[in-house]
């Protein structure tokens, strides 16, 4: 028997509802602890999206304000380059690529002299700064017109149309002389592999001129529109 907890009515085992009343017979505490777990769990769902759109709008907004910060630091960049660029060129004119120049050749000589110490334990760096020392004046002058050719392309629309078949020649010819350094370092060390490197370096250099021609002029039509849109 359940006694009906509001009026004292006996009801049977199996009543859901009291027969004199009819208030529920039934115990809440069940769906009650069910239905706050529901709520529980809804809420920590709803939180969970909350704080997970929070976080993916964070990495939005981070990601553009990097983004975005990068591109001033590169805009930043570019202006002083662009400011040293002119400073130099106000400042030393023609003169410019000849210093430039002068300084690779100075770094240059600097490394042989480094390489010509008195070292016991490696005594063929010495060999290897005599062949360096006998090309040097070659790379002297190939820098020279190589940096007069650069110079005179930003002046001059004419020599710019032509800077790349000049720049495919001075790099066959750089490519000439490290051919040349390798056979010499055949002979001196007597090593098989430096000569073959050397011989397949030298039958190459016309496909080395016709790929350094092609991908100048491709990099030269492609900067044509961006130059011309700089000019006022």
Known sequence: MIKCPKCGNDNGDDAAFCTTCGVSLRSDAGSTIEQHAQRFAQNMEQMGKKVGDQMAQAAKQ????TQKEARHFEQRMDRMGKRAENWYERSFGPFGPLLESFIFLIVFRLVIMVMELPNE???DVHTVAAILLVYILPLFA??????YTQYLSKKFFQIKVFSPLFYAIFFVLFCWIISKMLYDASTHFTIPDLRTAALSLENSLPTIFVFVLLIGYVILVMSLPRDQGKKP
């Open 62 to 65: 981070f990601h553009e304000s």
């Open 121 to 123: 334990e490696t005594p």
């Open 142 to 147: 190939l820098s020279l017109v190589s940096n």
